[in-house]
């Protein structure tokens, strides 16, 4: 079973940034998945879909936070990217990665992966 392990989070002022960075315990694991994702939750709420990139580099983001965050993927690496910017007291959660469902060359906002344990995003006002 492919572990997925991710870092970055931490506490920041309302306005600033993080870098988010997911592992895959397979070293070939970026590479063979065609759709990955970022999602984040809060408690008591469902996992929410927040970036998606495919092998051909195509990204999707919800609107919440498009235009604010990057996703970014380096096969070579084995390691998924979400570059967060001008960060806003609704991005706190905890932020995971995970494979998601694909339906034909289209990333869906379903997760078909094992959570990992994701990292803390703290943002205050």
């Known amino acids: 079973q492919v572990q997925l392990k991710e870092s970055g989070g931490g506490s920041v002022q309302a306005g600033g940034s993080l870098r988010l960075s997911c592992v895959a315990s397979?070293?070939?694991?970026?590479?063979?998945?065609?759709?990955m994702g970022w999602f984040r939750q809060t408690p008591g709420k469902e996992h929410e879909g927040v970036a998606l990139?495919?092998?051909?580099?195509?990204?999707t983001y919800s609107d919440s936070v498009k235009g604010r965050f990057t996703i970014s993927k380096d096969n070579a690496k084995n390691t998924l990217y979400l570059q967060m910017n001008s960060l806003k007291s609704e991005d706190t959660a905890m932020y995971y990665c995970?494979?998601?469902?694909?339906?034909?060359?289209?990333?869906?906002?379903?997760?078909?992966?094992?959570w990992g344990q994701g990292t803390q995003v703290t943002v205050s006002s």
């Open positions: 990139i495919d092998n051909d580099e195509y990204v």
């Open positions: 995970n494979k998601v469902v694909a339906i034909g060359r289209s990333c869906t906002w379903q997760a078909s992966g094992h």
């Open positions: 397979d070293d070939q694991y970026m590479y063979n998945q065609y759709c």
